[in-house]
């Protein structure tokens, strides 16, 4: 009987032992598996332009729009500067509710005065025309013009035709702008 005792308890041992080694084996070569299996460092992203689909505006302001600018640029004192085809959505951002913000961002302000030294927009400049050909330039949204004075951005129309008033343009916008026009002659 002690025979078997000894010979049952060699033979658990066998099997422990080989279970130990077993299990042993198991995780070196797990280990081993992570090691080998290192994540590839990320890569750039090369963009590569194939088929661009845009094509260029044949001219980024009609005449008017252009001849007009240089009109501003020329009255406007050294302290304001005049940007042409604003975004609004460069200009105004939401304040919590995006609604009004959703219906006015894809618009465009025909010219907007800064005050040079802070960028800040003072005036609005919305220019249009009575004519009926294809550069025709039209009056801006009412609505847009709300929200811009909701926002206390002042807002003047001006109609540019061939042979617009210089000086009562100049006044209007000097006017806007709380600037005394008899000072910058």
């Given amino acids: 009987m002690a025979i078997i005792i000894i010979v049952s308890l060699c033979l658990?041992?066998?099997?422990?032992?080989f279970f130990y080694n077993l299990i042993k084996n198991k995780k070196k070569s797990s280990v081993k598996v992570k090691n080998k299996q290192k994540k590839p460092k990320k890569r750039k992203q090369?963009?590569?332009?194939?088929?661009?689909?845009?094509?260029?505006?044949?001219?980024?302001?009609?005449?008017?729009?252009?001849?007009?600018?240089?009109?501003?640029n020329y009255i406007l004192p050294k302290?304001?500067?005049a940007?042409?085809?604003?975004?609004?959505?460069?200009?105004?951002?939401?304040d919590g509710d995006k609604t009004i913000f959703n219906?006015?961002?894809?618009?465009?302000l025909d010219f907007v005065v800064f005050l040079e030294q802070t960028m800040h927009p003072v005036l609005v400049?919305?220019?249009y025309d009575k004519s009926f050909?294809?550069?025709?330039?039209?009056?801006q949204d009412p609505f847009l013009v709300e929200v811009l004075s909701k926002l206390n951005l002042k807002v003047i129309h001006i109609l540019v035709s061939n042979n617009f008033d210089r000086?009562?343009?100049?006044?209007?916008?000097?006017?806007?702008?709380n600037i005394l026009n008899d000072l910058n002659n």
């Fill in 103 to 108: 219906l006015i961002s894809d618009k465009f």
């Fill in 79 to 81: 302290k304001f500067i």
């Fill in 167 to 177: 000086e009562k343009t100049k006044s209007e916008i000097f006017e806007a702008l």
């Fill in 46 to 72: 090369e963009t590569t332009v194939k088929n661009v689909h845009l094509t260029l505006q044949e001219t980024f302001m009609i005449r008017k729009e252009l001849l007009f600018w240089k009109y501003l």
């Fill in 125 to 127: 400049i919305d220019i």
């Fill in 83 to 94: 940007i042409p085809k604003i975004s609004l959505n460069t200009l105004v951002v939401p």
């Fill in 133 to 139: 050909n294809d550069e025709k330039l039209d009056e």
């Fill in 12 to 17: 658990i041992l066998m099997i422990m032992y």
